[in-house]
């Protein structure tokens, strides 16, 4: 079945620390998205990439990272400048070009730092 | 800037009771405009979308957007609600990157 997949579910690191979070899709998306969900706040867009090896900043995405390899895969690295990482993050894909293709979303990662 | 605004955060309804959920935009242009759905501990889902046409849409499992250009507005009904509406509700808009509400969260009680 096509989708798209994030690994881990739940993830947990030590303030001052890196951390990566895997987001593979095998939809043939040109584009992918992270987004950061936040009680109350919706979702907010932290890097988007349209074309591989390209990718632009959301409207938060100072202390993340990312990179884009291959078409089907947008790692995001939350780096120790991100002061407050403890969040939800999800992952998510479309194809360019169709205006009104909608989004399709991962189950997401938690990530907890402590 | 641009920017989706969910002005209810939270709903309570009790069964059988009509919904109807707000939804906002600021921009100028021609817009493509999404309700996505999350249940709980379940990933997003579409509901429905507006591209162009008929600004009435039809979703999933009962629920309909109308789209008002004149007020820059995309309310989502449903005419009567069940417990297992019972989730988060996102409004989007399409500017090339998908721009999002502040979501409202639905409690149906049965």
């Known amino acids: 079945d096509g989708g798209i997949t994030q690994s881990p579910k739940y993830l947990f690191r030590k303030e001052g620390q890196n951390v990566t979070l895997s987001c593979e899709q095998n939809l043939n998306h040109d584009a992918m998205y992270w987004y950061r969900q936040d009680p109350g706040q919706g979702l907010r867009l932290i890097y988007y990439s349209q074309i591989v090896n390209d990718f632009q900043k959301g409207d938060i995405a100072e202390g993340y990272s990312v990179s884009r390899e291959k078409k089907e895969s947008f790692p995001l690295t939350v780096t120790s400048a991100q002061k407050n990482p403890t969040a939800f993050y999800l992952c998510?894909?479309?194809?360019?070009?169709?205006?009104?293709?909608?989004?399709?979303f991962g189950n997401g990662t938690r990530l907890t730092v402590t | 800037a641009q920017s989706v605004s969910q002005h209810n955060h939270h709903v309570i309804l009790s069964e059988a009771a009509s919904l109807e959920l707000g939804c906002n935009y600021s921009y100028g242009g021609t817009v493509n405009l999404f309700w996505y759905v999350q249940y709980p501990g379940q990933h997003l889902q579409l509901l429905l979308k507006?591209?162009?046409?008929?600004?009435l849409v039809k979703g999933i499992k009962g629920f309909e957007a109308e789209f008002i250009k004149s007020k820059f507005s995309f309310n989502l009904r449903k005419p009567s609600v069940q417990w297992s509406d019972t989730a988060e509700y996102f409004c989007?808009?399409?500017?090339?990157?998908?721009?999002f509400g502040q979501g409202t969260e639905l409690s149906v009680k049965p």
């Open positions: 998510a894909s479309t194809h360019l070009g169709v205006s009104n293709s909608p989004l399709h």
């Open positions: 507006y591209f162009s046409g008929d600004p």
């Open positions: 989007a808009l399409n500017l090339g990157k998908l721009i």
